[in-house]
């Protein structure tokens, strides 16, 4: 092998070295080995972008998808959070500029009430295919997050109008207490919106840098295990 070959095989083990370390450096572990907390930069790019809002819906499968609202309701994102090591992005689906939305809540099993924040529409976002999602705006002056579902083809509701109210942005900050002293592992500012899947203790939450996710080890370990038990029955 001549000296040639020999210095560029070189310099790519130290560029291959250090692309690890950078990937292995950049999530923040606990010195308990029970947290981890990926920012955005950690994620897919997709996650780097701000949202408003954002939820959780499993379908019959057992895979987990994040919905998440960004760019003043322009684009909608789903992520794959069925695994919280392997985060995945689905799709991104640009929408009509209808202006900045909320999900609002779940109406049966398989749609998401949206409100947008600056006109009377809503929107409801078909969740039957999970990793497809259908977004359907509608016209209405009544607020449909009191309708009471009504099987799954129709909601009952009363007269009432919708009205915005806006979250209030706080700084979280994530401290580890089962070290030898409590540790400050992080902090994430301006927070509007978090969601938490119980099944994973993972808990997102969304701000204007993008997505940030704080995973606990242990009980992510539980569930594969239960979900291998269930699997074996």
Known sequence: MNNTIKSTLALGLVVAAAALTTTAEAEIHSRSKELVVMEARDLPEQAQTPGNSLFLHSDSEGSTYLYVEQNQGARLSVFDVTDP?????VVSTTLAAEGAFDFVRPLGDYSELVHFRNSEKEAVLDLRTAKRPV?????TATDLGQAETLGRSALLVTGQTYKYVPAVGRDYQVIDIAASAPTQLATVK???HRVTNDETGTTFLLGPNGLTV?????????YKVHQMQMQGN
Do not use: M, N
Request: aromatic share 4%; glycine share 0%; hydrophobic share 40%.
């Open 85 to 89: 090591s392997r985060i995945k992005l």
């Open 135 to 139: 977004f359907r705006v509608i016209s």
């Open 190 to 192: 301006d927070v509007r």
């Open 214 to 222: 704080v995973r606990r080890l242990s009980v992510e370990s539980d």
